[in-house]
Nanobody
Framework: QVQLVESGGGLVQPGGALRLSCAAS????????MTWVRQPPGKEFEWVAR????????AYADSVKGRFTVSRDNSKNTLYLQMNNLKPEDTAVYFC????????????RGQGTQVTVSS
């Protein structure tokens, strides 16, 4: 079955950086588009970024464009999210999601990793 395990979250000061990882198993990762979403405290899921199966096409929410970069290493079955110039409003639980490119179906997601941006 689909298994996704996020890691790399933590507490960081505004302006800092973090790199999230998502280890995938139970499906053919190299055939799957992937998405990052986040859930701020008390709020609904927010789409953050997506990437096609070979990594040639990416897209970002306006709120993170220019600061976050999504990438993948299909040889390692791993998805990444490099987050730079973090802001307090980026505080959320971040999830990687296996879902068709452009889909808002977040059924297949990991347990999430907490990112807290605070001074």
């Amino acid at each position: 079955q689909v298994q996704l395990v996020e890691s790399g979250g933590g507490l960081v000061q505004p302006g800092g950086a973090l790199r999230l990882s998502c280890a995938a198993s139970g499906f053919t990762f190299a055939d799957s588009s992937m998405t990052w979403v986040r859930q701020p405290p008390g709020k609904e899921f927010e789409w953050v970024a997506r990437i096609t199966h070979l990594g040639y096409i990416t897209a970002y929410a306006d709120s993170v464009k220019g600061r976050f970069t999504v990438s993948r290493d299909n040889s390692k079955n791993t998805l990444y999210l490099q987050m730079n110039n973090l802001k307090p409003e980026d505080t959320a639980v971040y999830f990687c999601v296996k879902t068709p490119y452009g889909s808002a179906d977040y059924t297949y997601r990991g347990q999430g990793t907490q990112v807290t941006v605070s001074s």
